[in-house]
Structures are given as structure tokens and as C-alpha cells.
């Protein structure tokens, strides 16, 4: 699934929140922090952006009546849980039969609404970035050695705007509070832990956790020095402790990672179960955290020095950097 990364990138948010009040005092029909969503009777469909098969999720680019701005909706099929099983199963699922033949039959099955539910997720309003974001794309194998990052990307960053207000929101306590699982307060090795919107909360073995640090200017893996490991040990020891006391899970059940490149620029933890897989959880993009400690450990600047490797899409600004300086073929051999 598309991750969340540019220049203006927005934060998705469920139709269910959309009728929270913003502890700002900013009004509930400001098109920048809620979608209009409450059913799909006002949505225009415009095309299909992108569909996966394998994790049955599609995403839409459409408006809402009424509004100039346009919108990105993802639609994702809810997993099955232990609460509605015995639902789905019950003899209120009608079935069709689909094929039988000897030992082996399919059907097709219509199962009551509570347990027949999608996801909602909105980008609105969209930002022609994030169409191109959620759209189907090539993708290309990016190796950054240390001259690529300082001449290149960052060059890329420093030059780009980068929306993360929401980020400051929720450090800030100003949106999201109520989702937090653990706080630590402290402005230097602190973070706070909370669901990222990919897990509906409602299974285990999907857990997917959020640790977004409370000192700014750490963007990346690249800005980790030696002088960051008591923030990294405090992250990963707290984050696990936090998660076996609130959903009994032992650290050895925690893929923990960070992604290079990643959804947005502030220092942020993936906290994912090993039975999930997660988007982005991939070698070409995921680096565990505690090698991400040794490696710092073994090297103060390791990750100033270290090439490293990761995909970008065909539309990516960055790509287009990459391809200009002549570190990416113009076009696939």
C-alpha cells in the first residue's frame, strides 16, 4: 500500500472521526481538517487510482457534491475477528453455490452488515502530490551512497515543503489523544505511542504502532548519530514494555523498524506484530531498530557514511533528482 511521504502530505483520518470537535476551536466544516464524508451519497467517483488484490484495498479519486476540492478515498476489506466469527458462520450468512465437485465445494456469501464492514480512509482536500502518491507507478531500486544524500537528496528536502502539522498535533495533544497508548514526556529521549491508522485495533496479530519522537529535527535515519542511542534504548525498550502490559505481546512477537526513506520527515518507529505484513516492512525499505543500535553502536556516524538503498516511484520528485544527476537509467534496459 502507498506510504505517506511529500511535500503537502496529509493525514488520512477514518469517516468515523470526521465528527470529532478540533480542540483547537478551528469548525468541524473546515474543509482542511474534516472530510465531508458521512455516507458515500455525496461522493463523485472520478477513476480508480490504484487496487490490490492480495491485501483488498482500492483507492479512489473522486469529490464530494457541492465541494471544489478534490479527495482520495481508500476502501480496505476489514479482517475477520474472534467477536463476529461466530456471526459469520451463524445461519444468518446466506450462501450460494459457487462449484461443487466431490469433496470440494465454494460459495459465494452474503454475511450480516456487522461483520461485512470496509475501512474508510480520506485524503481531503487532495493535493494533485498526493494523486500522483496513490496512483499506480513503476518503481525503482535507488542506491544513495554518503555524496548522493548531501548533493541530492538533501539538496531535495531543504529546498521542499514539508506538511507535518499533524505530527505536531498529536505531540502537541492537540488531535489524537484519546488513541495514545504510552507518553514519555521527556523532550529528549521521550516519544509517544499510538495505533497508526493501517490497524483497526480490533486483533493482535495486526498490531501496528506508531513511536513519533518529541525532539524536532530528526528527520530520517540519516540525522542518527552515536549522541541519539539513549533516544533509540528508550524507544525500543519502553515501546515494548508498553506493548506487552497493554496487549500481552512479548518482544519477540515486535517487528521493530524504521523505514528509509520514510512517510514523513520526523523521527517516528514502526512497532508491527511478526504474524502482519506490514507495507513497507520489506528489506528494500525496513531497518530494524536494534541493528540501527548496534550499527551506531559499532559506528558513531555509521548512517552518515553507509549507502543506503530503497525504492521510489516513477513520479517521485526525488527519482527525478536521482535521474538527472545520472544515478538512475533514464529508462529500464
Partial sequence: MAEKRRAEDAEPITAQETKKAKSDGTKQDDPHWATPLSSFQDFEMIKILNDHPKTKSVFVHGKFKGREEE?????????FSEETLPIALSGETKLKV????????????????????????VVYPATPKHLVKYSQQESYLVQETEDDYKNITLPFLEKEAFRIQWVYNILEHKMESERIVYEDPDKETGFILLPDMKWDLKQVNDLYLIAIVHKHGIRSLRDLTAKHLPLLHNILKKGQQAIREKFNIPP????IYLHYQ????????????????????????AHLLTDVIEHL?????????????????????????????????EKSV
Wanted: glycine residues 8%.
Fill in 71 to 79: 479527495a482520495v478515498v481508500i476502501l480496505e476489506k476489514t479482517p
Fill in 262 to 285: 520514510p512517510s514523513y520527515y520526523h523521527l517516528h518507529v514502526h512497532f508491527t506484530h511478526l504474524n502482519f505484513d506490514a507495507p513497507g516492512s520489506g528489506v528494500e525499505r
Fill in 252 to 255: 519477540c512477537k515486535l517487528r
Fill in 297 to 329: 553502536e559499532m559506528m558513531t556516524d555509521y548512517y552518515t557514511k553507509k549507502t543506503l538503498s530503497f525504492c521510489l516511484r516513477e513520479n517521485d520528485q526525488l527519482l527525478a533528482e536521482f535521474k538527472k544527476a545520472g544515478r538512475v537509467p
Fill in 98 to 121: 459457487g462449484l461443487k465437485n466431490d469433496i470440494y465445494g465454494n460459495y459465494h456469501g452474503t454475511p450480516p452488515a456487522q461483520v461485512n464492514g470496509i475501512k474508510v480512509s
